[in-house]
């Protein structure tokens, strides 16, 4: 098996050959540069280094540039930067910019050997996984996130900006089903962290004390049940991307934690005293508002300011227009081949059905219909008597007279509960507390009908 390539720069010629010297005795290929543009030119002819060491403070070229050329020319190589402690925080900057970590002088041998391997594993030339890579990113193309419209557009040039910052922390929001995990998944496969693990979890899944263990793990002991040392997936997806789902749900203990890890990327597991630092991407999603929950005090303001620095909006099907027709025809064209199907599209009746539609489970709910469309229909054009359509929601503002509530008949239990819920905190414009008095029903059980409804948009109104 061949020697691992190592690329050791730095201005000061002893210090470099130190390095070096270690890491050759340690069974690595090394080359020691003084001159960093020596070292671009070594790359440029053709020589590749699996790992590169560079002094964050050279004349010629410091860190932070040489982390810039690297980005431009599309150098897919970790990089290791050696700093001086007056300088911590611009190393910190530069793995925002790309760099895999950072080495404090003087530096720790052990330290430098641990964080080597673990860039090499997260890099290392596999061709089998190299494959595999390569067709996930193919099946996350940013071309794949379909329509015209302007939001649309704007998310996809948003996405091909990301590129360029590996490390900014991106809030994803929309309705359900409007496709918040195709985007992160997406974000993840073109951008400098393809080559690591794509971890979604989704906070409102977990109860806290679960969730906070899947994400920073535990030592041996740390509970009841703990009876071996587990990773969090922070450590798991260490040079990869965790997107952390239906975030507005996590309790605010539990978000105060995330914050103090988003802040220094560093945490400890359940139990343990070790500092484990990670260069693990996050991508947040929402459907609610959050701005609202940070006024009521249910969500964290700096952890709000924190996970806000790149806001991607997903439009929900019913403003899409036409675009509705570009996604349904690709849907087509994928249960095609799935289902051995050779369907066309779609008449000009089934078009108008489909545009007409409100999509309250928007992307999600237009798969499914087709899906099933595609499953029984034996026609080459589907119909609209092939599109199993719900009627569309009845309105929420409702009749009311002499305290009586009415709906109209043929609609669901959830459209009523929605309705009435709303209706009643129109009505008696009371406190939620007071609200979920009056509904017979916990002040919990009622925060989550609420999110479960989306009602932020419908009680902003009231």
Not at 155 to 170: A, S
């Amino acid at each position: 098996m061949a020697k691992a390539c190592v690329f050791v720069v730095d201005d000061e010629p002893k210090l470099g050959e130190l390095f070096a010297s270690v890491l050759r005795r340690d069974g690595y290929e090394v080359r020691a540069f003084v001159h960093p543009q020596v070292m671009l030119e070594a790359i440029e002819a053709g020589e590749q280094p699996d790992v590169v060491l560079a002094d964050l403070m050279m004349p010629e070229i410091n860190g932070i540039e040489l982390l810039e050329v690297f980005r431009k020319r599309r150098l897919n190589v970790p990089v290791i930067i050696m700093t001086a402690h007056s300088s911590i925080q611009t190393a910190v900057e530069a793995m925002r910019l790309g760099a895999f970590h950072y080495l404090q002088k003087p530096i720790n041998l052990e330290e430098m050997r641990m964080l080597l391997k673990k860039a090499l594993n997260l890099y290392e030339r596999d061709p089998v996984r190299e494959q595999q890579r390569l067709a996930e990113q193919q099946a996350y193309p940013i071309s794949g996130i379909l329509g015209e419209s302007e939001a649309i557009r704007q998310v996809r040039q948003t996405i091909e900006m990301l590129r360029d910052v590996p490390n900014t922390i991106v809030l994803i929001r929309g309705e359900t089903g409007t496709g918040k995990n195709l985007v992160a998944r997406t974000i993840h496969h073109n951008s400098t962290y393809n080559a690591g693990r794509f971890v979604e979890i989704n906070c409102a899944a977990l109860p806290d004390n679960l969730l906070e263990a899947e994400l920073f793990g535990y030592e041996k002991g740390a509970f009841t049940d703990a009876r071996a040392s587990k990773p969090g997936l922070l450590e798991v997806a260490d040079g990869g991307t965790v997107f952390l789902d239906e975030i507005d749900s996590m309790s605010l203990a539990l978000q105060a934690k995330l914050l103090s890890f988003l802040e220094s990327r560093t945490f400890r597991r359940l139990g343990g005293i070790e500092d484990i630092r990670v260069t693990t991407r996050i991508l947040c999603a929402t459907n609610v508002n959050l701005e609202q929950l940070v006024a009521e005090r249910r969500f964290r303001q700096d952890l709000f300011y924190r996970i806000n620095v790149v806001n991607l909006y997903l439009p929900p099907l019913r403003e899409m227009g036409r675009d509705i027709l570009l996604i349904a025809q690709a849907f087509v064209r994928q249960f095609n081949e799935e289902l051995g199907r050779s369907v066309k599209g779609f008449t000009p009746e089934a078009e108008q059905k489909l545009l007409k539609h409100s999509w309250p489970g928007n992307v999600r709910e237009l798969r499914n219909v087709l899906e099933r469309a595609m499953i029984f229909t034996k026609k080459t054009w589907i119909d609209a008597d092939d599109l199993p359509l719900q009627p569309a929601s009845v309105p929420l503002a409702l009749p009311v007279s002499n305290g009586i509530f009415y709906f109209p008949s043929g609609s669901t239990l959830e459209e009523l509960e929605k309705a009435y819920i709303l209706h009643t905190l129109k009505h008696y414009k009371a406190s939620y507390a007071e609200v979920a008095q009056i509904l017979g029903i916990s002040k919990k059980t009622l925060w989550e009908k609420r999110k479960r409804y989306n009602l932020d948009k419908e009680i902003a109104h009231l």
